[in-house]
């Protein structure tokens, strides 16, 4: 991204919500901001201004003052128009106000429980990052039409349904804080699926990890946020060594620890420091901690499976999640034995499990480790007729010649 | 702005022994919400709706032909028991009563904002 790009990428959230809850509509305050972007382009021909922000919200909300004395002229030749259009001169005036901090509100709104769970991640990137709906789509392997239906309709159902432009009340506060957790943890799954494939996904990742930086910055109180803001970072620390020359995957345990990005996991740690010192336990604190505990490797040498297996005790008591309970096993498995694992794995109830690759994966890495070629080998077969995305097929196959 | 809540209930919501116990207490708590709702002005209108074994249904079909059915117009697990209309400023002001509104396991509550016609 060029100086510029940047520039305006980290002016936009709180130009955008300071114009959404100005105007109290997101397609104008997104249009305000683009016709302001537009214009700066234009006004900044060699080097940005020293508060770029600052020009964003002048130049955006000049923009959306005038649009809107427009609308009221038109309006006008339709008795009684509704409200009385701004002057020039008021909308100069309202521009010269600091931009007031709004960011909280815009995301509490972007993810309201009211809306679907998938069109919340959607309208947030879209809204908060400025993500188009052809990246979005790419993102969420979905056809460009229909991410696009997917932010419409629920930005119409925004104004139709009366979704407030508010933070929540402290009575809805824990629904509505959890809301947006859901919808930042379902933004990076897909960020993180990506990561296997080609790069122009990369920069999606970059977002949500701004994004759950944001809200960190934003809600510095509640433990759960600055988890998710430190799970975030330690996924993200691991990327430039998930995949290996050849383009297959490489699990944590076995990647080069000289590429993981260091600032990244401190800046991670920085943050569950803080929310161990909150003093509130949470799902996302314990799942943090995990993808920490294997980042101690790049110290240790080592990665400490036994602590690992026993957070993920706490975690399925927590989240008793399929996924929980395979990624135990296999961390029993390393941490106490193949047999130990392999029990663990039974117990999950594989019949819900047989279209899910990892648990095949788990499974064939269990016997192998117990001597067991022929039931790896079988595990790994059902694994690979999933379909797996090239770089994990690679990482497989690699497995498979190397049982014989 | 006006919202109605539509009270879905299970059909066999209050079947069986201790049936007739719970829905008057159930009824008695719509009785106590509406009475609160309507002196803090926030309640515009609403009733219950007598069992659904009392509905009949116009259908309309090709080129207007209307016909008359016995029952509800389709047939759910979920039966619609009654509405309230309210005007609260907004939809988690809405929600937050649908919220109160008594039910048995398995109601539903929907909320669905009015058309407001200009005057």
């Given amino acids: 991204m060029t100086a510029f790009g940047r520039a305006i990428a980290e002016a936009r959230p709180r130009v955008v919500a300071a114009l959404a809850a100005r105007l109290r509509d997101l397609d104008q305050a997104e249009d305000a901001f683009a016709e302001a972007a537009a214009a700066a382009l234009a006004a900044w021909p060699n080097q940005a201004p020293r508060d770029p922000g600052a020009w964003l919200w002048r130049a955006a909300l000049r923009k959306a003052l005038d649009a809107r004395r427009r609308a009221a002229v038109r309006a006008r030749l339709v008795p009684d128009a509704p409200e009385p259009p701004p002057t020039p001169e008021e909308a100069l005036m309202a521009a010269d106000e600091p931009i007031p901090d709004e960011r909280l509100r815009l995301i509490f709104v972007c993810c309201h429980p009211a809306l679907a769970l998938d069109a919340r991640a959607a309208l947030t990137l879209k809204v908060v990052c400025g993500l188009s709906a052809e990246r979005l789509a790419r993102a969420f392997l979905v056809p460009e039409p229909t991410m696009l239906q997917r932010i419409t309709r629920a930005k119409t159902k925004i104004a139709a349904a009366g979704v407030p432009f508010e933070v929540p009340s402290p009575a809805a506060w824990p629904e509505r804080i959890e809301a947006v957790l859901a919808t930042l943890e379902i933004a990076y799954a897909q960020a993180y699926e990506d990561a296997a494939l080609a790069g122009d996904t990369a920069g999606f990742a970059a977002e949500v990890l701004r994004l759950s930086g944001l809200l960190a910055e934003l809600l510095p109180d509640d433990p759960e946020v600055l988890a998710l803001a430190a799970l975030v970072r330690f996924a993200e620390a691991r990327r430039p060594a998930r995949l290996d020359d050849s383009g297959a995957m490489v699990p944590p345990h076995e990647q080069d620890v000289g590429l993981w990005r260091r600032d990244l996991i401190a800046a991670g740690v920085r943050l569950m420091d803080r929310a161990a010192g909150l003093g509130r336990s949470g799902p996302r604190q314990v799942l943090a901690a995990i993808h920490g505990a294997h980042l101690t490797r790049a110290e240790t040498g080592a990665t400490p499976w036994r602590d690992i297996a026993a957070l993920y005790d706490v975690l399925l008591a927590l989240r008793p999640t399929p996924v929980t309970a395979v990624n135990r096993a296999v961390a029993i498995g390393e941490a106490f034995g193949p047999d130990q694992g392999l029990a663990a794995l039974a117990q999950v109830g594989p019949e819900r499990l047989q279209a899910w690759l990892p648990y095949h994966a788990a499974r064939a890495g269990l016997f192998a480790a117990a001597g067991e070629a022929v039931e790896a080998r079988a595990a790994l077969d059902a694994a690979l007729a999933l379909r797996p995305p090239p770089a994990e097929r690679l990482y497989l196959e690699r497995r498979r010649r190397s049982l014989g | ?119």
Avoid: C, S
Wanted: glycine residues 14%; aromatic residues 6%.
């Fill in chain 2, 1 to 119: 702005m006006q919202y109605m809540l539509l009270v879905y209930e299970p059909a066999d919501a209050y079947e069986g022994e201790g049936g007739e116990a719970l829905l008057q207490d159930v009824v008695g708590r719509h009785m106590a919400l509406a009475e609160e709702l309507r002196a803090a002005g926030v309640q515009i209108e609403g009733a219950g709706l007598q069992g659904v074994e009392t509905a009949t249904t116009v259908l309309t079909g090709a080129g207007g032909r209307q016909t008359i059915h016995d029952g509800p117009f389709a047939e759910t697990r979920e039966h619609f028991g009654g509405y309230y209309v309210i005007d609260v400023p907004d939809l988690d002001a809405a929600l937050a009563i649908a919220r109160r509104v008594p039910g048995v396991e398995g109601t539903k509550i929907e909320v669905r904002p009015l058309i407001v016609h200009d005057q």
